[in-house]
């Protein structure tokens, strides 16, 4: 809970914030190669980190065809997937969420749009916003060779396009395990929608979801 409360402080003491913790205020553009929805409904798994898992499983919970959500610790081990070891950085963990999708409602290719367009931030390394660190670093963790390909290919795209002032730093690596946060971490954004942090970084980010991808928000249940 310490650094919850640094990163408060840290939010007021530098113009809050002093760097972005999104990418883009427009949708960015289709995924060119998208396979488009599959024909028979089931539960899949995507795993991504982009920055505080706070904000990106505020986002994903709000899609429709998402089904679950968790946030967690992946790209270390699980003996050292615990909050107050991953805040040193030194355990190799990236803070990550697990979405669970229903891919006859939403494709994975989808789910990436929404992650380089409101989620984060892809081009800032080993960041995000005023929180700084690998824990905070920006990857994809894929968990078959369909997901590798959507993810490369897409960043490809992004890139050849220019979408971004700089180039994605997003790391595209194998998922070796996922490991949850501790249960004070889920669904943070839904339990404390007025903590300063979240009222900075991450209602903005649910906002431009809104506003980005009106046909696949949903509002999260309670709202």
């Known amino acids: 809970m310490i650094r919850n409360i640094a990163r408060t402080l840290l939010l007021f003491a530098v113009a809050i914030p002093a760097v972005s ?41 709000r899609v429709k065809g998402v089904t679950a959500t968790t946030a967690g610790y992946s790209g270390g081990t699980a003996a050292t997937a615990h909050y107050s070891d991953v805040t040193t950085e030194t355990t190799g963990h990236a803070e990550s969420v697990k979405v669970v999708y229903d891919p006859s409602k939403i494709s994975y290719a989808q789910l990436l ?11 800032q390394l080993n960041r995000q916003g005023n929180d ?27 890139d050849s396009d220019h979408v971004f002032k700089h180039k994605i730093v997003t790391q595209v ?3 070796k395990g996922f490991y949850a946060a501790e249960d004070y971490h889920q669904d943070y954004a839904i339990k404390n929608p007025n903590n300063p942090y979240i009222f900075v970084c991450d209602r903005p980010k649910i906002a431009e979801l809104k506003k980005q991808f009106p046909d696949l928000f949903q509002k999260y249940k309670g709202e």
Not at 114 to 122: C, E, K, L, M, R
Request: aromatic share 14%; proline share 6%; with cysteine.
């Open 132 to 158: 700084v660190g690998t824990s905070y670093r920006s990857a994809i963790f894929y968990a078959n060779d369909e997901q590798k390909k959507l993810a490369t290919d897409y960043i490809a795209q992004l």
């Open 21 to 61: 913790c999104q990418a883009s205020d427009a949708p960015l553009p289709a995924f060119a190669a998208d396979p488009g929805l599959a024909k028979v409904s089931s539960q899949e798994t995507a795993v991504f980190a982009g920055g505080c898992f706070w904000g990106t499983q505020a986002v994903f919970e």
């Open 113 to 123: 749009r929404i992650f380089f367009s409101v989620a984060h931030d892809p081009t």
């Open 173 to 175: 690596v194998p998922l």
